[in-house]
């Protein structure tokens, strides 16, 4: 969900200085622009509490999830997880957002979109990758 609504923020902005819209439309694409970063705002603290609870359960469950745990916070993939998927693709941007000045700014917005891609893509690494590197039984 997050992922999306960042991409849409990008075309938009993308759209807005390419086609040099002015006027009604240009208000009516600030405000759509608006409501899609409140709306990426509130998804990306869902996502952070989801992936925060994930951790939790992966750390107090049984010996293979424990092991996935390792692996993740500590192991192989904790730099891609930890780093670039927790703090540059969810902490940063959700930093950025919550500062009113950046998040009225179209620059702001950008800024904070490509983290949260950046983020997507390492966790979509980090699953296919850290998936096949652990052993189903």
Known sequence: ???GLA???IILHI???VLGLQGEQEAADSRITGNLVTM???FLIIELFLMGSDLAVL???GKDEYEMFHLLTEGDFAPLFLGVE???GGLIPLILLSI???RLQPLGQCAACALILCGILAM???IVIGGQTVRLF
């Open 40 to 42: 990426m705002f509130i």
């Open 124 to 126: 979509r690494i980090v």
């Open 7 to 9: 991409l849409m923020i």
């Open 86 to 88: 927790l703090i540059l």
């Open 15 to 17: 759209r807005k200085r």
């Open 1 to 3: 969900m997050v992922s």
């Open 100 to 102: 009113k000045r950046i």
């Open 59 to 61: 750390a107090h469950s």
